[in-house]
């Protein structure tokens, strides 16, 4: 199994810049397809962006596409989220997670389709 914790959240203006992290744990990363997800409050968690198991192929949600950017090492074993142009409505805990995909390289797009989730990492941006 795999453990997953983010890092990299923090205050930052509109316009601004952030990287976020997750670093896995175990020797299976290799075989996750990995996602970031986000969750504003009072609102449910949406999806941002996934990664097949490769890192060759990504997939976007129509909100942050063009300005985040999702990319995974395997061997450190992390997945990364740039985020530029950070606009107010960006503002959530952003989480990781993990989807076991075999040999396949899929990548994922919904919550269901997951079941390995790091705490999250608290990204507020200022208007």
């Known amino acids: 199994q795999v453990q997953l914790v983010e890092s990299g959240g923090g205050l930052v203006q509109a316009g601004d810049s952030l990287r976020l992290s997750c670093a896995a744990s175990?020797?299976?990363?290799?075989?996750?397809?990995m996602g970031w997800f986000r969750q504003a409050p009072g609102k449910e968690r949406e999806f941002v962006a996934a990664i097949d198991r490769s890192g060759s192929r990504t997939d976007y949600s129509d909100s942050v596409e063009g300005r985040f950017t999702i990319s995974r090492d395997n061997a450190k074993k992390t997945v990364a989220l740039q985020m530029n142009n950070l606009k107010p409505e960006d503002t959530a805990v952003y989480s990781c997670?993990?989807?076991?995909?075999?040999?396949?390289?899929?990548?994922?797009?919904?919550?269901?389709?997951?079941?390995?989730w790091g705490q999250g990492t608290q990204v507020t941006v200022s208007s």
């Open positions: 997670a993990a989807a076991p995909s075999g040999n396949y390289y899929h990548v994922f797009s919904k919550i269901v389709q997951y079941n390995n």
């Open positions: 175990g020797r299976t990363f290799s075989s996750y397809a």
